[in-house]
């Protein structure tokens, strides 16, 4: 193993563009690892344009470029869970599998079999040195902080790891793209289902998941409609309901409270602070915790619900099965099943683990699991 070679994920963006550049102008010695993780060219997954832009990328910086195909262990180890959770009416979260199976699973291993010591990403995130192992840092951009996707991924994987872009702003990186003469300086971000494209979601849900329509209810099991299939719904959705004018009801708009898997029911109200829609407790599945272990048994934290939220105060209790009980300070909307609850005591992330039941102590309401 060659302790000056580092291999780069690159992707075709100008996250890892730039990370890739840094690296070389630091005089390393870099290689760059391309993934193709979804086989079915449809028109929708971009994997054949962003090879093409990786290859500029390289030719460029003249760093040698290595393709692998990932896609049958993106299908076992993240696809197949995903289709899993969604089935049994949770929401699930595939970046969050991505990269601890993935990217910083079979993406690392393949580029220590090429000889490198190191692996660098673009992810925005930070990684540092503390007694014990690494430690997980929100990036400096809190705006495109990615630390919430990487929760899982295993200490031993993060000492071999380094984010070149964690300590830039997003304007940074394409100024140095532009710098760097980088062809993708403005080529904007990527969205979507992981690794599969902007592609229309209940169209292509429909080749892997039979539609299981089924009524939509008030919670007194007034009929108002009828839903596709539980698994195109979410916690707090108001669009796609096709709910217009209800007799008997008033004109607001109405929102996904629950999900009854037993019966088949999509559970809306109009109420955006109705009691179902409001939580100020959940439990998890078991916790991952990138020191290994907790801070303790029982502690104060800050935990995010869902990417884009703000840090929420909580207080989090380990249970002896490494399962979490979080007690929120401030009541919390639409907390949903499937998603991840992540710890962080300042810019440092502890951990978290997937969002199984949700409850409301104060409305004296049990907790639900979809």
Known sequence: MDADRVVVGI???????????????????????????????????????????????????GIPL?????????????????LDELA??????????CNREIKFGVCLEHARRLGAARFATGHYARLDSAQGGP???????????????LHTVSA????????????LSKTEVRRLAREFAL????????????????????????????????PIETPEGARLGTHRGLMYYTLGQRQGLALGGVRGAAEAPWYVAAKDLDRNRLIVVQDAAHPLLTSDGLRTQVAHWI?????????????????????????????????????????????????????????????????DLVQNQSAGSSARSA
């Open 156 to 167: 031993e994987a993060f000492d071999h790891c380094e984010f070149p872009v964690g300590d």
């Open 291 to 355: 020191a290994g272990s907790p801070p303790a048994s029982r502690f104060r934290c800050t935990v995010k619900l869902r990417y884009r939220q703000a840090d929420q105060p909580c207080e989090t209790t380990v249970l002896t099965d490494g399962r979490c009980d979080v007690r929120m300070s401030i009541p919390q909307r639409a907390v949903t099943p499937g998603q991840s609850a992540v710890f962080y005591d300042g810019d440092v992330c502890l951990g978290g683990a997937v969002i």
């Open 88 to 97: 049994a009416g949770r929401t699930p979260n595939p970046d969050v599998l």
């Open 66 to 82: 290595h393709v692998v195909n990932f896609a049958a262990e993106y299908r076992a180890r993240v696809f197949g869970h995903f």
């Open 11 to 61: 992707s075709g963006g100008v996250d890892s563009a730039v990370a890739a550049a840094l690296l070389a102008r630091a005089g390393r010695e870099v290689h760059a690892l391309f993934m193709r993780n979804w086989d079915d060219d449809d028109g929708y997954c971009t994997a054949a344009a962003d090879l093409q832009d990786a290859r500029r990328v390289c030719e460029d910086l």
């Open 135 to 149: 430690r997980l840092r929100r990036a400096a951009d809190r705006s495109k902080d990615q630390s919430y996707f």
């Open 183 to 214: 062809p993708m300086h403005d080529k904007r971000d990527s969205t979507g289902i992981c690794f599969i494209g902007e592609r229309p979601f209940g169209e292509f849900l429909s080749q892997y998941l039979p539609a299981m329509p089924g």
